[in-house]
């Protein structure tokens, strides 16, 4: 009976809504716990890399919670410091990201690209140096400046 008081309190066409709400609340409640039962232990065991991962996404989540808690507060969180905030946090972000691209990209092996570059340059003086004895003698080669 208490939940017919309920149901009438509020448009029936956004009863759709509010339990998807309801239940989104629910799943965050359920990820801020998990990540609340982490100890700073096995936080530390992390590298770096993952440690400054988990953190951004931790306050990047938390603000955005509080950028809603605004907007169902009726303050306009762009004119709030909240904006600003989060686009701190987008920025770390990005720089990570920046970071692990680079450690994914190809790394260029300098031994193996000098080798190539000095085979593939004709010296007038090592063809000399064949011909006088006796190799074969290479067409139509150019040096490049």
Known sequence: MADE???EDYPTEIEE?????????SSVHSVI???????KGEHLKLDPLDQA???????Y????????YLMTQGVN??????KQELERIRTYMNRLKEITDKKKAARLDKGAASRFVRNALWDAEDSKGKDSTGGPH?????KLN
């Open 5 to 7: 008081g309920l149901v």
């Open 17 to 25: 809504y509010l339990t998807g709400f309801e239940s989104s609340v």
């Open 33 to 39: 716990q998990t990540l609340m039962s982490v100890s």
């Open 53 to 59: 991962k988990l953190d951004l996404m931790s306050a």
């Open 61 to 68: 989540t938390l603000n955005s919670l509080f950028w809603m």
């Open 77 to 82: 969180p762009k004119e709030h410091g909240i």
């Open 138 to 142: 290479k067409a139509k080669q150019r």
